[in-house]
């Protein structure tokens, strides 16, 4: 097989968080980590052999970025989003996502002014709004049997004339759901009508077991309300390279957010983060389909050992991302017990759902990107301890 997906690599002292950063983080080392949002799959050895050719250069001095690193992005889109008209000087290249959230922020809003996210979601969206200084407006999402739904009416009532932004997750981590194009209508005319400028998310966005829609698919005055925020990082697992990109096609948003990377200094992407970006989205379509069919195949695996084995955890099959947003509603303990539970019974790192929001009580977040060997071993330390 040309990629193999089964390969078990041992990350343990390598300067990973997920594993190294265990004692740091949940206070345990000999538990499996399946939190952080990286996959214990290898790095493909198209992007790992092109970043072996950079140490072939045996100088590594400050990188020119060239058409190149502009171009891959380009025709990706064009590809595989089948969104055709993004131009070189749409495209801002900043060091991580999460940075460019912040930048964002600052650039398009004042201090004090308000930022509406939507819970639960990936828990950086808070600290972001609330370390530069925002008010965060909390529009959670509407949770039908764990699948979710935005909650438009509730939206509508938060607003205030000092509502100026609005963080969208598309598609959702953690609850794996990808926006249909009336949600997003819906949402992408609600924000115009108030002036709320959409900065969208959209890293997991390859990630998808279904057809994923774009704000840069909408129509035009929807488009020029938002800026897209994207990284190869997650897709193929390259997220220590700390390279991403906006895509701002309003030429006054664009100028505005580009002030703020100049005066944070965050726009400049080092030699591997920009090699990352080109060999990802040059030569990574067939990995990815790959990718996607094994972790599609994870998935079953957990739903039909958690149905047979241990059905008093449920969760609903997501739409994108290799996370699971596990419901322990069932269990008749507390949230807190069930963590303790998890991580010196089961001996599983979990995210803890709460960090996503006070909606995510009796959650947990699984990271399903490992190999089945692996998986199956945790699934079996879940289920012992919880069927
Ligand atoms: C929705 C979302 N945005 C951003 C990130 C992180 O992006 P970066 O590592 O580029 O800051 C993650 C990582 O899990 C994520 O889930």
């Known amino acids: 097989m040309k990629y193999n997906f089964d390969e078990y690599i041992n990350r343990k002292n390598t300067n990973c968080v997920k594993y190294d950063g265990l004692k740091r983080y949940f206070n345990i080392e000999d538990a ?20 072996k050719k950079v140490l072939d250069y045996e100088i590594l001095g400050y990188p020119e970025v060239s058409q190149e690193v502009y171009s891959s992005i380009i025709s990706w889109y064009e590809k595989r989003h089948k969104i055709s008209n993004i131009n070189n000087d749409e495209i801002l290249l900043t060091t ?15 201090e004090n002014d308000e930022v509406i996210i939507q819970t639960p979601v990936y828990y950086p969206f808070f600290s972001c709004v609330q370390n530069n200084n925002r008010k965060l407006i909390i529009n959670p999402l509407i949770n039908e049997q764990d699948y979710y739904k935005i909650d438009f009416k509730d939206l509508e009532e938060k607003i205030t004339p000092k509502t100026r932004l609005l963080i969208l997750c598309s598609p959702h981590n953690p ?12 949402l992408c005319k609600i924000c115009l009508k108030h002036n709320i400028i959409i900065i969208s998310d959209e890293i997991h966005s390859d990630l998808v077991f279904k057809p994923f829609t774009s704000i840069l698919h909408l129509e035009e005055k929807y488009i020029n309300n938002c800026v897209v925020l994207n990284s190869p990082s997650k897709t193929f697992n390259i997220a220590g390279l700390n390279s991403s990109y906006i895509i701002a096609k309003n030429e006054i948003l664009k100028n505005k957010i580009s002030v703020i990377i100049k005066k944070r200094e965050i726009g400049n992407l080092n030699l591997f983060g920009l090699q990352g970006i080109i060999s990802s989205y040059t030569k990574g379509e067939e990995w990815l389909k790959m990718l996607l069919f094994y972790l599609n195949e994870n998935i079953t695996i957990v739903n039909q050992s958690l149905n047979n084995k241990c059905n008093n955890i449920t969760f609903k099959i997501p739409e994108a991302t290799y996370l699971l947003w596990l419901n322990f509603t069932k269990v008749e303990d507390s949230h807190k017990n069930i963590f303790s539970r998890l991580l010196n019974k089961s001996k599983l790192a979990l995210n803890d759902g709460s960090t996503f929001g006070k909606e995510g009580e009796f959650y947990f977040r ?3 990107a490992l190999s089945k060997n692996e998986l199956i071993k945790s699934l079996i330390c879940l289920n012992n301890e919880f069927n």
């Open 32 to 51: 499996k980590p399946m939190w952080v949002a990286d996959m214990d799959f290898k790095t493909p050895n198209f992007i790992l052999e092109d970043l």
């Open 175 to 186: 609850v794996g759901r990808v926006w249909d194009k009336e949600e997003l209508l819906q």
């Open 96 to 110: 991580g996502v999460v940075t460019a959230i912040s930048a964002c922020i600052e650039a398009l809003s004042k």
């Open 366 to 368: 699984l990271n399903i």
